[in-house]
């Protein structure tokens, strides 16, 4: 393991959460000596962060803790370009009044990690449109875009990976790497910034950024990205067959984000909890011993930790009770998502394609009939496979009938007016 003396860089090294550092010696020298101001950008192309924002958040967490300040870069004026890292096509261009709205809805999340105000080292929340707004074209051309290479950028990961796909790259886009270096040296000049974190597929423009704070103001700058993280299965982190794992609990519940985690594999239980939770890493060498069932004790922990750091204690414990009571104990927890139904309209019963849309398991009867011909739904946890088959009243327990989509995925439907 790398030796670094700094208690933050001690944490990132020993929890993994290093892939990449411009200099990791003379970052762990300043960083032993004094406070630094550290910042991660996220742009605003959605109302939520998701899963894949999670990783880089929890360093900013960990900057906090150790004594550091974090900042957080909204990218209200990079939204406007968009990044084309790890993409195949021109993201969707999203108007001021979208951008903005987005920007207001993801703030709830950093809140719910770092503290933020005046102090030394509570957190700082900056719009990049503050200054790329402003920016005139032909000056900005002339005294940044001066130090750039074509013939380098042409090499970044960022495009040469779309190029390489024979995927068309905006020249929109090919600006978004240098808008991003700038933001580095603007956020040094304004709150003495000295680190840039990100996910690995940052690591071209993060060292852009480290070489124009050089050329243009002789500043001394650092990089640092997280590894790309994925599953034992090799999927991404995060992506799912019923899509994103969002943040926001509008777009997705306490309940199934702890599901989320609950199901975890067991080869990446332990590394996730060093990764998005603050279980000592003592607590965590001790449950890497566990096997078999005993593996659940730490799913559950991870479970608990991570619904706690984002949506707090009372909605973990909530979260834990209904899977709890779901799984274990074989009664319909009452903190799954659920939608109500007159009992009249059972009479002469409902088919259960239009019963999983209403529930919100899917989108479409289309999606819901693939669903029932791939076993995949479930009634009061029998698999059903027939998409005509007719939900009444005498699918009811205690008037709720329980709908499953997989192992992960339930709602239940509240007959209004049961009767036995």
Not at 30 to 35: E, L, M, P, V
Request: aromatic fraction near 8%; include cysteine.
């Amino acid at each position: 393991m790398t030796k670094v003396q700094s208690e933050f860089l001690n944490i990132l090294v020993s929890r993994g959460f290093l892939h990449q550092c411009t200099d990791l010696s003379g970052l762990d020298a300043i960083a032993s000596k004094k406070k630094i101001t550290v910042y991660n950008g996220f742009d605003a192309t959605a109302d939520s962060l998701h899963i894949g924002n999670l990783l880089t958040v929890m360093v900013l967490r960990w900057v906090q803790k150790t004594g550091h300040r974090p900042l957080v870069l909204v990218g209200g004026g990079t939204t406007k370009v968009g990044d084309p890292s790890g993409k195949d096509e021109v993201r969707k261009l999203l108007n001021n009044e979208t951008i903005s709205a987005n920007i207001s809805s993801i703030q709830q999340t950093f809140g719910n990690f770092l503290n933020f105000g005046e102090g030394d080292t509570d957190a700082i929340l900056v719009n990049n449109a503050d200054w790329l707004d402003e920016l005139h074209y032909i000056p900005f051309l002339r005294e940044i875009g001066s130090s750039f290479s074509i013939n380098r950028m042409l090499t970044m990961d960022s495009v040469k990976s779309r190029l390489d796909r024979e995927q068309p790259l905006t020249f929109l886009e090919f600006n978004y790497m240098i808008l991003q270096s700038y933001d580095f040296v603007e956020l040094h000049k304004r709150y003495g910034c000295v680190l840039q974190t990100g996910g690995s597929d940052q690591w071209g423009n993060i060292v852009n950024g480290v070489d124009l704070g050089r050329r243009l103001i002789g500043a001394e700058l650092y990089g640092l990205t997280c590894p790309l993280i994925t599953t034992a299965s090799g999927q991404k982190m995060g992506k799912t067959a019923a899509g994103a794992i969002w943040l926001n609990p509008e777009r997705l519940s306490p309940y199934d984000y702890y599901q989320f985690w609950r199901n975890t594999d067991d080869v990446d239980v332990t590394r996730f909890l060093r990764l998005f939770t603050e279980v000592p890493l003592e607590e965590i060498q001790r449950l890497e011993g566990l096997e078999g069932a005993e593996i659940n004790e730490a799913k559950k922990l991870l479970a608990f930790e991570t619904t706690h750091l984002l949506h707090g204690h009372d909605a973990a414990r909530s979260a834990e009770s209904t899977s709890l009571q779901t799984f274990e104990l074989g009664n319909p927890g009452g903190g799954l998502p659920s939608v109500e139904i007159e009992a009249s309209r059972l009479d002469s019963g409902v088919l259960l394609p239009d019963l999983l849309v209403q529930s919100g398991l899917t989108i479409s009867k289309g999606e819901a009939r693939r669903l029932i011909r791939g076993s995949g739904a479930r009634v009061n946890d029998k698999k059903i496979i027939d998409e005509t088959l007719l939900i009444d009243n005498t699918f009811a327990k205690d008037g709720v009938i329980k709908l499953s989509s997989g192992k992960k995925k339930h709602a239940l439907v509240i007959v209004k007016g049961y009767s036995v």
